[in-house]
């Protein structure tokens, strides 16, 4: 560990704060757009450089998934951050969001789709940000980006650690983006060991920001993670990952950070906020569902689960299922069969094979889905041992089950949601796959209510949270409420390009049918296969086109990606 150039490194971004949180937003908009540009340019090399250090085949369609998980989500929130600086003046950008009262009482605002290209990339998805239940319309933009209502020469700034996440490439640069342009302040961005293979890529496309002093970039492991965090420089802290390393920064390891959290004594006095992971449920509803429907379910659910080989922190690990439903077994069928059909590729997490064998070690009934020459994914019923199951991020390919008896779908929904609420670890990411006949059979507005209870950060009916991740202007962090010492899936947000400063949640629904099956069911959309889910066979082509998309917005660009969508 070279201290001395840590040392140097705070040091320029400390001499620099001022001037940054002073930086007027019309040179901020000009910033971005030089991003933009240099993003592009090494765009390529970061997703073949990541798909290659992650072991997948430079000709297998996966390599989409470092396109849109990488230089698409970055390219995006350059976008939408432009939106929002230039409405800044009156806070403008406010203007056109669609604002409702949901059914139990809260203040919804849409943030999907809002621009011109939304629906027709996104046709049919829609997220909506909910907000805590005290704001209100009339009030919305007294808690909307509150950094920028003190005038520019009264700014004094700050210098923001941000320890990067090892497994989403755009994880780090998006948290960078929320401290430098959400609250003004200048950041360290030390690199996970595992991906800091990204570095030259992101020291590449955010040149602009180091240029300005605003931004450096480190690599290091534990060492140099636990050197700044108790540096004198550093003026609050953000972290991506687990409890355990989050509670390590502020609780301290083995018996002296047992002593301190159970004093209440945090040996770090520099605030923190995180973002962490959870036992992530998704929740099958029983209802009608047709042939196509259960294998278009199937592949969902194993994208859910297996998307990035499993290390995601909103993973399906918990799929709560109806026991009584007939259909039951031929989705668990069919997720099987799309599991053992996807192009293998090795657990390149470190720590993966323990975990799983940790996995299998707490059940006698786990069942094995092969995956050729990658590990295979692991099954598990909750019961064999809760304890575990429901307390444990295995963070690895491993799934765990539980069922809920009875024929009542809404009665079932309510069991289940008690379920991943008082069950289950963290509260980061729910997933609920509903019929459009059982949501008309509950009723729309008592639907909405029963969702309500569901206390998760990011909710997606009929998608996955993956999306709400992906959307920039989606807040991006646990349920409200979890403390130091309790910190569950973590505490703050992250992305929310629209600087919503009290957001309780955000929800997602999306097409029960892709196109052309969707042209069936009385709401036409135009989304085909996702390209997010992991069976799109032309996400790799995909991924680079809605990149470069983003990039230089046309009209002349659609009609390709139309046709590899339709090709996926």
């Not at 941000?162 to 950041?187: K, T």
């Not at 540096?231 to 390590?248: E, M, N, P, R, W």
């Not at 962090?477 to 390009?497: C, K, R, Y």
Request: net charge negative.
């Amino acid at each position: 560990m070279d201290r001395t150039a840590l040392d140097a490194d705070l040091g320029a971004l400390t001499a620099a704060k001022t001037a940054w949180a002073r930086t007027p937003t019309a040179d901020r908009i000009a910033l971005l757009a030089e991003i933009k540009d240099r993003l592009l340019e090494v765009a390529e090399d970061w997703a073949t450089t990541a798909a290659r250090h992650k072991q997948i085949p430079p000709d297998s369609p996966l390599v989409g998934e470092e396109w849109l998980s990488g230089p698409y989500a970055v390219m995006s929130a350059c976008n939408a951050l432009t939106e929002t600086l230039r409405g800044m003046e009156g806070k403008t950008f406010l203007d056109g969001l669609p604002a409702r009262t949901t059914a139990n009482g809260q203040l919804a605002v849409q943030v999907l789709p809002h621009t011109r290209w939304d629906p027709i990339l996104l046709s049919g998805v829609r997220a909506e940000v909910w907000m805590e239940p005290d704001v209100t319309a009339d009030t919305l933009a007294d808690h909307t980006a509150t950094a920028y209502d003190i005038p520019p020469q009264a700014r004094s700034g700050g210098v923001s650690l941000v320890l990067g996440a090892g497994n989403i490439a755009s994880i780090a640069p998006l948290d960078v983006f929320e401290r430098l342009f959400s609250q003004h302040r200048v950041v360290l961005l030390k690199m996970n060991p595992v991906n800091d293979y990204l570095t030259p890529y992101l020291q590449a496309a955010l040149q602009p920001l180091i240029d300005r002093d605003a931004l450096r970039i480190v690599k290091g492991g534990a060492d140099v993670g636990g050197y700044l965090c108790g540096h004198a420089l550093v003026d609050d802290i953000h972290i991506t990952g687990a409890a355990a390393s989050h509670d390590a920064i502020v609780w301290g390891t083995g018996d002296e950070g047992a002593r301190n959290k159970a004093a209440g004594t945090p040996k770090l006095d520099t605030p923190i906020t995180s973002e962490l992971g959870a036992v992530c449920p998704t929740i099958v509803v029983p209802g009608p569902w047709s042939q196509a429907d259960l294998q278009f379910q199937a592949e969902h659910i194993a994208t859910q689960k297996l998307h990035n080989s499993g290390f995601n922190c909103i993973a399906c690990q918990m799929l709560i299922l109806p026991a009584d439903w007939p259909q039951k077994a031929d989705l668990l069928a069919r997720v099987g069969k799309v599991v053992q059909k996807l192009d293998p590729r090795p657990a390149y997490y470190p720590g993966a094979s323990d975990r799983l064998a940790s996995f299998e070690r707490h059940t006698p009934d786990a069942r094995r889905l092969s995956r050729g020459n990658a590990p295979a994914l692991v099954v598990a019923p909750a019961e064999d041992d809760p304890a575990y199951f429901t307390q444990t991020e295995v963070f690895a390919p491993a799934l765990s089950t539980h069922e809920i008896g009875g024929t009542d779908s809404e009665a079932y929904l309510i069991a289940a949601i008690r379920y991943a609420n008082d069950a289950l670890h963290g509260t980061l990411g729910a997933n609920i796959l509903i019929h459009p006949g059982t949501i008309d059979q509950i009723g729309a507005a008592r639907f909405e209510e029963i969702v309500a209870t569901l206390r998760y950060g990011a909710i997606a009916i009929n998608a996955w949270t993956g999306v709400a991740f992906l959307t920039a202007a989606c807040p991006w962090g646990a349920f409200p409420g979890h403390t130091l010492d309790d910190v569950g899936s973590g505490i703050g947000v992250t992305h929310n390009t629209f600087m919503f400063d009290r957001p309780q949640r955000v929800v997602v629904h999306a097409p029960w049918r892709p196109f052309p099956r969707s042209l069936t069911t009385g709401k036409p959309t135009l989304l085909a296969r996702p390209p997010w889910f992991v069976t799109h066979r032309r996400q790799h082509v995909l991924g680079r086109l809605l990149t470069r998309f983003q990039h230089s917005p046309s009209w002349r660009k659609l009609p390709r990606m139309a046709l590899e969508a339709l090709r996926g």
